[in-house]
């Protein structure tokens, strides 16, 4: 989703995949970015919610993040994956508390699963179309379950809502939401931040690929996950 090389910033890029095997008091789904596997630059901020707790765990929602070609059809394929997988944790954990987070390419896979998405891509995804989904209800299983949403760098960053963080707030991403769908992914809004710094190549539109992996690091990664810890009560 984004015009630099994230092998350089990847935290990891030899990880194995990993689901949700078992119940756990608090359970955190990531998605990652374009060319990155499992768990990726996310897991500075999964360490820092899961700091000092029992029974919290972390699973990625699979999508082919890692293969050249058409960026409509991996989205697509996130959407499905994520789908199954939180209604299928939820029917076998229903007293679990689930986060939900992406970056970049994962940040439109971890979006369009809540509010829907389809539509022309644009960016490094034009030339294809995204297929039409469904939201998923905010008040329902598996939807209601859901306590934290975080987006970074999210290529369908919409300018000025109230749940955007950081210097970039006030710009719309490369991608952004046209305003029925923007309005779905409001209804998530008191759970939801879209962390987003100025000159970010995908959330800001902008040509500073520092500023897209700027989320990670030590220090900043305490910002959102103490907001995290926040919306679980620890």
Not at 36 to 49: D, F, K, L, M
Not at 110 to 129: E, F, I, R, S, Y
Not at 155 to 164: L, T
Request: charged content about 15%; hydrophobic content about 35%.
């Amino acid at each position: 989703m984004h015009k630099t090389s994230l092998l350089s910033i990847a935290v990891s890029v030899a990880a194995p995949l990993v689901t949700a095997q078992q119940c756990n008091k608090i359970q955190i789904f990531t998605a990652v970015g374009h060319g990155e596997n499992y768990p990726g630059v996310q897991q500075s901020i999964t360490r820092a919610v899961c700091h000092g707790l029992s029974g919290c765990g972390v699973a990625n929602i699979q999508y082919p993040s890692t293969v050249s070609g058409d960026g409509c059809r991996a989205i697509e394929t996130g959407i499905a994956y994520g789908r199954t997988a939180l209604t299928d944790y939820v029917t076998k954990c229903p007293e679990s508390k689930i986060v939900v987070m992406g970056w970049s390419q994962g940040a439109s896979v971890v979006g369009d699963l809540l509010a829907g998405g389809g539509g022309p891509g644009k960016g490094a995804m034009a030339g294809c179309t995204q297929k039409t989904t469904p939201p998923m209800d905010p008040t329902t299983a598996p939807g209601s379950h859901i306590v934290a949403i975080a987006f970074y760098g999210n290529p369908r960053h919409n300018a000025n809502q109230k749940f955007n963080v950081g210097t970039g707030s006030g710009i719309d991403g490369v991608m952004a939401r046209p305003a029925d769908n923007l309005a779905v992914l409001q209804t998530w809004g008191d759970r939801l931040q879209d962390y987003c710094a100025m000159g970010d190549v995908a959330c800001n539109a902008g040509r500073d690929g520092g500023a897209h992996s700027s989320y990670f690091s030590n220090s900043y990664a305490s910002i959102p996950a103490k907001w995290i810890r926040s919306k679980l009560g620890v």
